[in-house]
Structures are given as C-alpha cells and as structure tokens.
C-alpha cells in the first residue's frame, strides 16, 4: 500500500473535469451558507483577496460554533440581525469568545504524493486537504482543488489491485472505536447533541433507542440546515424534530458488521458517498463506529491506539459529493467565485 501511495500524486486522484467553489473572507456568512447549500457542499476553501492568499476552509464546524455562540450570549432578536451583517472573517472572533482554538492552515503542493496526503491529513487530524500551487508568473497562491478523505479511499478502492491484503474482517484488525461511543435518542435535545460535537470533537453522534437498536446518525451537517432556518435559540427541540427537517436527499446510514472485510467496505465506498459506517450486529444494535480517518490510519500504519490516543471517538465531517467538488483560483472579492475546469 506503501508503495502505490507513492507512485500517485494528490493531482492523479482529481477528475479530468470539475469545479471548485472559493469563498473571500469578506462574504456573509448567510449568503456563504445559502451558496454551500445550492450547490450540495459542505465546504469551501477561503480566500483573503487583500493579501492574495488562502485562508484556510468554511466547514461545518463554523457553523457549530457560530451556534454555540448565539444560543449562549445573544437573544433570538439580536442573532437574527447580527447574522445579516456577519462575514467570514468575524468567526476568528467567534472561536476567541467561545474559547475554540482557531483551525490550523495548512495545505499541500498538488504534485506531492499521496502518501504525503494520506499522513497530513492523519496527523492533523483533517477531513479534507487543500490543494495549493503558486503562480510561477505572479508568485501568487493558487487553490487548485480540495481532496478529501472520501475521494482518496475511493481512488484506493478503485484502483489498488493487491485485495488479499484487505480480506481481513474488522474483529480482526484494530479499525474503528467501539467503546465509550456518544449515543443519543430520538427525545434527546439538539443543544446536547451539538456540546457532544463540541466536547468530544466527533461529527456525528448515532440515534438509537432504549435496546440500542441503531435508527439513524444525527451529524455536523444537519446543524447547518438549522442555521439556515434561523434556529439560533430554540435548540431545545429534540432530535426526532430536527431529523424531520433534514433535506430528502439524505443518502442514509451506511451499516456494516465485524465480519465485513476492509474489502467490502472499499466496494461499498465504490458505491456510495460513505462519510463512516455504523458498527452493528446481527440484531443493528451498535456495537461502534469506522470512520474514515480510521481506514486511512490503518492503510499507512496506524492503529486503533493512535486514534484513541488523539482523545477522539470518530472524526468525519460530512464530505462534498463528487459532482460538486470544484476548482477556482482567480476569485473576486465581490464573494463566492466558481469555475468549471475542463482539462488538467
């Protein structure tokens, strides 16, 4: 695995044809979110167009912090009027009054390998990577592209030919967290759900009831829906509730059990957008959680321990779907710019 890691560059995993959706730091982050929600996305690299440079990702992280910080220090009337005028750039200020440490930046050259991929994104424990080049012209940065976690394991499971290495099952190998797991159930408030994000650093907590059984995933993303509603306040409402307004385009719970092999994740994730599967037995009661940090670990070296020992219980974010994963590198200050690319 080694070996074909570093005979790709983070460049070979990118599509002949896509686009690529760039923010500045000075657009609001209502029009932000009603941007990433048109076109499906769940984040978008940032750029700073008074130094002409990266500025690191939007996720769905903003967006949880940005409604810890209402709910706890504003009324619903103040946080409706704050969030017309809020830009981008305000949520430093947002992480320094709720105590978050701003997110690392960082970004990797687009000729460098997939190796060198797969362990930054390890090690720092990201869900996706920005891809950065400089203007040999100009000297100026160039965002090419954002790789995610889901699109390298796909490009693996694609193209990786050596299946005998993956034919283990999970009870055998030391994928994925099966203790300590933050669970929820269906009466459980959303405001609770949201500080196990926050305090255990997760992006998804399972939905289960009073046997166990699993009944569905509430994650990072659905906050976002609740942010555009303007559901700054009444966090309160439980989780039942809020799964009701979570777009139809849902792609599921993706399941597996201890039997399954690494194998037949991959042709899951052939598939299917997979962000982690859900361990379960033979009756779906939770048993724990592959996320795919986990596999990524595993494939270069890792073990259950590292992830243990990086004091988290699994660590996906919702991942952009293909079709909406762009490219764009002149962006006007005006806002949120795209381009579609057609050749590499």
């Given at each position: ?101 701003p997110p690392e930046l960082f970004s990797l050259h687009p000729l460098q390998s997939l190796y060198d991929a797969c362990h930054l994104l390890v090690e ?23 790789l995610t976690q889901y699109r390298i394991l796909k490009f693996i499971a694609m193209n990786y030919q050596d299946e005998k290495t993956l034919r283990q ?134 073990t259950r321990d590292d992830a243990v020992a990086a004091g988290r219980q699994e660590e996906e974010e919702e991942e952009d779907v293909d079709s909406a ?20």
């Amino acid at each position: 695995m080694e070996t074909f890691l570093k005979q790709h560059s983070a460049y070979d995993v990118l599509p002949v044809s896509y686009r690529q959706i760039v923010m500045d730091t000075t657009l609001l982050v209502k029009k932000a979110l009603s941007v990433l929600m048109q076109y499906g996305i769940v984040s978008a690299p940032l750029w700073d167009s008074t130094k002409r440079k990266f500025a690191g990702m939007l996720t769905a992280t903003d967006f949880i912090n940005l409604i810890q910080f209402y709910y706890s220090h504003s009324s619903y009337s103040v946080a409706s009027r704050e969030m017309e005028l809020f830009q981008i750039s305000q949520l430093r200020d947002v992480e320094k009054v709720i105590g978050v440490p701003p997110p690392e930046l960082f970004s990797l050259h687009p000729l460098q390998s997939l190796y060198d991929a797969c362990h930054l994104l390890v090690e720092s424990r990201a869900h996706r990577l920005p891809l950065v080049d400089v203007d040999s012209e100009t000297g100026e940065e160039m965002i090419v592209s954002v790789l995610t976690q889901y699109r390298i394991l796909k490009f693996i499971a694609m193209n990786y030919q050596d299946e005998k290495t993956l034919r283990q099952p999970l009870s055998e190998l030391k994928i994925g967290i099966y203790t300590d797991l933050a669970v929820a159930d269906l009466s459980t408030p959303v405001i609770e759900v949201i500080d196990m994000f926050v305090k255990r650093k997760i992006s998804s907590v399972p939905i289960v009831d009073e046997e166990g059984v699993v009944l569905n995933v509430y994650e990072t993303v659905d906050v976002m829906t609740l942010v555009k509603a303007g559901v700054y306040r009444d966090l309160d409402l439980c989780v039942a509730e809020a799964l009701l307004r979570r777009p139809e385009d849902f792609s599921g719970v993706h399941t597996c059990t201890l039997n399954d092999s690494l194998s037949s994740i991959f042709g899951t994730i052939r598939k299917s957008q997979v962000h982690r599967l859900i361990v379960v037995d033979s009756e779906n009661k939770l048993k724990g959680i592959v996320s795919l940090s986990d596999i990524m670990r595993y494939l270069i070296g890792g073990t259950r321990d590292d992830a243990v020992a990086a004091g988290r219980q699994e660590e996906e974010e919702e991942e952009d779907v293909d079709s909406a994963d762009v490219t764009k590198t002149d962006v006007e200050s005006s806002g949120a710019g795209e381009r579609g690319v057609d050749e590499r």
